[in-house]
């Protein structure tokens, strides 16, 4: 069975653009929940998706927003990028049973110029 | 809110010791606890997962226990080896939810 697949693994951005990271959980899984790790704040959770709905945000600007396709596979987006915002995101699946065990991917790497 | 710190950040041993990681939680109402391991660069890799109503589980020369009472959690690493070094972060989830409150980890070196 394949693993958690994030696109593209390395990101390079300016302040000001916009930026859009893919996720694609292992396959039967229903739960995207995506992390951003950074070295001053370690990982911080960003939102998860359960069968296409936001079911839980964390405490992140609006600029910082997702969605989750039929498939189950997940799309973060960030408008207006800051270069706070360069850090490693990582997508984690899980396949809805009642012992919520999570599986990470690889991540993207963002670096705001 | 759930705090969760790991104490110490970073930890150097030599080959072959037996070892043990700390993790240390605020908020005794979590559903489990999880057990990773992250190498440079990399994402993560999930090494056990207790439940709240286990007290321990093992996977090869790792054994992590949960004391719900006491807000803690170990990593045990039996003789360890420099393939295992590498950051190990635990993380708490509460119940019927898949947020993980991650601490800020512990870098391990083994050397040989």
Aim: glycine content about 10%; proline content about 4%.
């Amino acid at each position: 069975k394949a693993g958690v697949t994030q696109t593209p693994r390395y990101l390079i951005k300016t302040r000001g653009q916009q930026v859009t990271l893919s996720c694609s959980p292992i396959s039967g899984h229903r739960s995207v929940s995506w992390y951003q790790q950074t070295p001053g704040q370690g990982l911080q959770f960003l939102f998860e998706y359960f069968s296409e709905t936001q079911r839980n945000k964390g405490n992140f600007p609006g600029r910082f927003s997702g969605r989750q396709f039929s498939n189950s596979r997940s799309e973060m987006n960030v408008s207006t990028l800051e270069l706070g915002d360069s850090a490693l995101y990582l997508c984690a699946s899980s396949p809805g049973t009642e012992f919520y065990i999570q599986y990470f991917g690889a991540g993207t790497r963002l670096s705001v110029l | 809110k759930q705090e969760v710190t790991q104490i110490p950040a970073a930890l150097s041993v030599p080959e072959g010791e037996n070892l043990v990681l700390n993790c240390s939680f605020t908020d005794s109402a979590i559903y489990n606890l999880q057990w990773f391991r992250q190498d440079p660069g990399k994402g993560l890799t999930s090494l056990l997962l207790i439940q709240s109503s286990q007290r321990e589980q093992t996977s090869g020369r790792l054994n992590a226990s949960l004391d719900k009472s006491s807000g803690r959690s170990t990593l045990y690493i039996a003789a360890s080896q420099p393939g295992d070094s590498a950051t190990y972060l635990c993380a708490a989830s509460g119940a019927g939810s898949y947020q993980l409150t991650f601490g800020k980890g512990t870098k391990l070196s083994v050397i040989p």
